[in-house]
């Protein structure tokens, strides 16, 4: 007998569900026989109405077209921008499942925060001159609506890159400056330094993303009157300032002969104690070096917070303490302490969060620590979403380009992401043994295109810089590839792993969020926000 599959309105589904005379336990078969609706045609089951794929493919259908449309320009009242540095498709992918496993399922059915936003598209990440990009030219386009070189911050493309004399006339202005003049609060949070690439790029405008502190500056860019980035955060001037900045970096706010709380000195040759300067200029002011200060924050009597967590870069979420002077807050604490601040402002905020160590750990070839800060990022949106409305609240989460990161092999499903591969026999039941490579050898699911290679350590992650480049392949028979320290096998032998090229995702939500969809150039993100919160307009009206 022919099987006929019935494509049934949920309404039917359920309806038919419910019917105990079709002969669900096979006592009725005459009712099957009759209806189109058998699986089989002689117990009368409705595979429509009982499997549960279909009808979850059916449920999220209908969600969809439940979804309504504001298109209306400025009907924004906040701006959330999510970063994650580095966080291509398959690291989202990867995370996902990780994150699943980490509680308790098989991981693929498992989804992210932000993986439950109802708009997606997909951003092309090239820079005006590299094909692969870096992450000054891709903030750029994302904050400024204009694509730049590669490490120009804020600039447009005229420039010349560490070319002080060549940036006359190609600054160009960002989401947060427009905001900040449209009388709106601000607010950038980083787990990198503050001045880094990422977070640098929505306040600071240079044709040299590593022109951090002054001790960076060449001759050149000293002689031309160009500042480094940790000035221009104090040198801002729009508005009332930016509201809360939180990152690493400290060492770029404070003199050489200053140390920080862990011990270690400041970068600048100006004398200048930048952090003690930023108190001085705003009202209702705080600086924080440390989580429980952090904790003790006030959001109600608190207009403008500076948290410093690091000398250099916060640590790996996985690493991450929470006690005494090196104590630091995780980016989803970070999220809400800055919501709440920012949302005493009746015109509405702009923040911008980079999950900037998911680059860092890739950098390095350990999987483990990339998954996990994806994983803290997911655990941002999630508060960010739950501290804010969608009817008012415009929030993207994106990634400025990806990794050469892969997903490989055949494991069967369940299988730990960051585990040996293990795949299905000819039956399709789980293999007990480990897949293996031509030459006998097993191998891991998640591995890198490029990179220093293979490392078992006891810790990892930056740890991988100081010991010999190890590409190919290794036996990994007796090596817990799930461990943190583990990093992973690399192709192509190189001082550090790189990024990749391809397409990235934009996930959003709120007013205006419909307008990401298709494939995109990435500084059309800026250009929704735009319209989402008509920040040119008010800041127009403003001046």
């Not at 905020?349 to 980079?354: G, P, R, S, T, Y």
Request: charged share 20%.
């Amino acid at each position: 007998m022919n099987k006929k599959f019935l494509v049934l309105s949920m309404a039917a589904i359920l309806g038919l569900a419910a019917c105990g005379s079709d002969g669900d336990n096979g006592t009725n078969g005459s009712d099957g026989n009759n209806g189109s609706d058998g699986n089989n045609g002689s117990d009368g089951k409705d595979w429509t109405a009982v499997n549960d794929w279909y009808i979850d493919g059916q449920r999220r259908v209908t969600q969809a077209g439940e979804l309504e449309v504001n298109n209306q320009a400025g009907a924004a009242k906040n701006i959330i921008l999510f970063v994650g540095d580095g966080m291509g498709v398959s690291t989202v992918t990867a995370a996902r499942i990780l994150d699943g496993q980490l509680k308790g399922k098989t991981g693929e059915e498992n989804s992210l925060s932000f993986e439950t936003l109802p708009y997606l598209g997909l951003a092309k990440t090239y820079n005006v001159d590299g094909q692969t990009p870096d992450s000054a030219g891709t903030m750029t386009a994302m904050v400024t609506g204009v694509k730049t070189d590669v490490g120009v911050l804020s600039q447009a493309e005229g420039v010349t890159r560490g070319n002080c004399a060549s940036t006359q006339g190609q600054d160009l202005m960002t989401s947060i400056e427009l905001a900040s003049i449209a009388g709106m609060s601000t607010g950038v949070i980083s787990t990198a330094r503050i001045t880094h690439a990422t977070p640098a790029a929505t306040y600071a405008h240079s044709p040299e993303r590593n022109w951090e502190s002054d001790a960076d500056l060449t001759a050149e860019a000293v002689t031309n009157g160009c500042k480094d980035i940790a000035a221009q955060l104090l040198d801002y001037s729009f508005g009332s300032g930016i509201n809360v900045i939180m990152g690493g970096g400290r060492r770029a706010f404070i003199p050489n002969t200053m140390t920080g709380p862990e011990g270690k000195s400041g970068k600048r040759l100006d004398g200048r104690d930048l952090t003690s300067e930023w108190t001085a200029k705003y009202a209702n002011s705080a600086y924080v070096a440390d989580r429980d200060s952090f904790l003790a924050l006030d959001p109600a009597t608190t207009d403008h917070a500076l948290g410093l967590f690091n000398s250099s870069h916060m640590e790996y979420d996985y690493d991450r303490t929470t006690d005494g002077a090196t104590g630091e807050p995780s980016l989803a604490e970070m999220t809400a302490k800055s919501i709440d601040i920012l949302k005493k402002n009746d015109k509405g905020f702009v923040l911008i969060i980079e999950a900037g160590r998911i680059d860092h750990a890739h950098h390095a070839g350990n999987a483990a620590r990339a998954l996990h800060d994806t994983i803290a990022l997911s655990e941002a949106v999630r508060v960010a979403m739950e501290k804010t409305s969608s009817k008012d609240t415009l929030l993207v989460v994106t990634a400025d380009h990806s990794h050469v990161f892969t997903i490989a092999g055949y494991p069967t499903r369940g299988n730990p992401i960051l585990g040996l591969v293990k795949g299905n026999d000819s039956s399709g039941i789980s293999a007990i043994t480990n897949a293996t490579d031509a030459n006998g050898m097993p191998y891991t699911t998640v591995g890198y295109t490029n990179g220093r290679g293979y490392a078992a350590l006891e810790t990892g992650g930056d740890e991988r810089y100081g010991l010999p480049i190890a590409a190919g392949r290794f036996d990994l028979n007796y090596v817990n590839t799930q461990d943190a320290g583990f990093h992973q096998e690399a192709l192509v032998p190189l001082e550090s792993e790189t990024h990749a090229g391809e397409d990235v995702a934009i996930f959003a939500s709120g007013p205006g969020a419909h307008l990401v969809q298709g494939t995109v150039e990435q500084n059309h993100i800026f250009h929704v926000i735009n319209h989402a919160a008509s920040l040119v307009e008010k800041a127009e009206a403003a001046l």
